[in-house]
């Protein structure tokens, strides 16, 4: 069973720094996309950031330039380094990984159980 586990959030105040680590485990085919979204209270989710395997990445508007994302494809890894944080960050991060098989036909979509950060002003 694939699990997507987060780690890293936390409450910061504006301008500071967080990093956030989503573990995959349970895989069996392979992982193409991966991506970290938020969702804030009254909001609906969005994306924040994706990386391929082949490191293609893609940034929201409102993160590019603060927020890298990275992974590693031999640990099945993704992290999320939030730099010059800011109030309106704030919201829960979810990690997302989309499964290929060797045909490169989807094999699923799964979510992490999400982390919140909190940023104060």
């Known amino acids: 069973q694939v699990q997507l586990v987060e780690s890293g959030g936390g409450l910061v105040q504006a301008g500071g720094s967080l990093r956030l680590s989503c573990a995959a485990s349970?895989?069996?085919?392979?992982?193409?996309?991966m991506g970290w979204y938020r969702q804030a209270p009254g909001k609906q989710r969005e994306l924040v950031a994706t990386?391929?395997?082949?490191?293609?990445?893609n940034y929201a508007d409102s993160v590019k330039g603060r927020f890298t994302i990275s992974r590693d494809n031999a640990k099945n890894t993704v992290l999320l380094q939030m730099n010059s944080l800011k109030p309106e960050d704030t919201a829960v991060y979810y990690c997302?990984?989309?499964?290929?098989?060797?045909?490169?036909?989807?094999?699923?979509?799964?979510w992490g159980q999400g982390t919140q950060v909190t940023v104060s002003s």
């Open positions: 997302n990984a989309n499964l290929v098989d060797h045909l490169l036909i989807p094999r699923g979509e799964y």
């Open positions: 349970g895989i069996i085919f392979s992982i193409n996309a």
């Open positions: 990386i391929t395997s082949n490191g293609r990445t």
